[in-house]
């Protein structure tokens, strides 16, 4: 997403240091953070299937994450995440390998001067961080051994450790670097390359919705409407083996839409963002995920 963010907008210069212009109400989502600087922020994830009027929770979890700029230059931030205080709010059995994955888990990762993520530095560290977890976890029940040879491959490379662990952080920088003026609203069609090789066709909105020039907010949403044969195709050709009987079972009414917000100071640090993702097979089997980011009070 943030590529297709920076593709879009025309970053507008600013004369002043600061990302609030009150002349002609444009904004630039800029980091203006001290070395050694630390904040630490609530994040909660969810995972629902919704089927008719029956709800069911895959996951729900919360937990912490202390963030310090280690170090600050004119061109670019590196940056430290420790993840913490990572707690399961439903008894599933995956919640202690969950629990072990994040809790002591740290991330170091660059961003350019603006906050725009470009790095991800301690990947091999991350390994040996789950290797030491999933090597503790021997011995427990078939289903748990089951579940950690599924989550050791999820983990075993730098690509999927990318893919998976920083999750989060992509959230977190994900306006940063985009510029706008108060009200204007962006829309492009894009075509996305996929993993598989595949590309999917989407419509993307990007709009700066308000400015609260006394309290030094911002409010910015982003949505991204997938095209929906295409996310047919992709599913099918993941799985060739099962394409008709997928194409038969979701309906030609599928949609794939995203979401992302946030309420921004204008130092760069979100005071709250939100990302939701809907896929809906048809009109009563729908699947949806969200992760909120929240500063801590």
């Not at 069911?56 to 420790?82: C, G, R």
């Not at 725009?116 to 999933?134: Q, S």
């Not at 999917?200 to 910015?220: G, M, P, R």
Request: aromatic residues 12%.
């Amino acid at each position: 997403m943030k590529k297709v963010l920076l593709g879009l907008i025309l970053l507008t210069p600013f004369f002043s240091f600061c990302q609030i212009n009150v002349a002609d109400s444009t904004v630039q989502v800029i980091t203006y953070w001290d070395k050694h600087e630390k904040m630490t922020y609530d994040i909660a994830t969810s995972k629902a299937t919704v089927k008719g009027n029956d709800t069911t929770y895959t996951q729900k979890v919360k937990f912490k994450v202390d963030i310090e700029v280690l170090d600050s230059t004119a061109t670019s931030y590196t940056i430290q995440w420790k993840f913490k205080d990572y707690a399961s709010l439903l008894s599933d059995e995956s919640a202690e390998i969950q629990a072990n994955l994040y809790n002591g888990l740290t991330i170091e990762f660059t961003t350019d001067e603006l906050g725009t993520f470009n790095k991800l530095l301690n990947w091999k560290e991350i390994k040996e961080h789950n290797e030491r977890v999933f090597s503790e976890l021997k011995g427990k029940t078939n289903s748990q051994e089951v579940l950690v040879k599924m989550l050791r491959q999820k983990f075993s490379s730098q690509q999927a450790i990318e893919e998976h662990s920083i999750k989060e952080v992509q959230y977190f920088h994900s306006f940063h670097g985009v510029g706008m003026k108060e009200g204007e609203v962006v829309e492009e069609n894009v075509s996305r390359d996929t993993f598989i090789g595949k590309s999917v066709q989407s419509d993307i909105t990007l709009e700066l919705t308000e400015i609260d020039y006394e309290n030094s907010t911002y409010i910015i949403k982003y949505w991204e409407d997938f095209e929906g044969e295409g996310v047919v195709n992709l599913i099918g050709s993941m799985f060739p083996n099962y394409k008709e009987k997928i194409e038969n079972s979701i309906g030609d009414d599928m949609s794939l839409n995203d979401f992302m917000g946030a309420n921004m100071h204008e130092s760069g640090w979100p005071l709250y963002l939100v990302y939701e993702r809907t896929l809906s097979f048809n009109e009563n089997h729908m699947y949806f995920e969200q992760c909120t980011i929240s500063l801590e009070e």
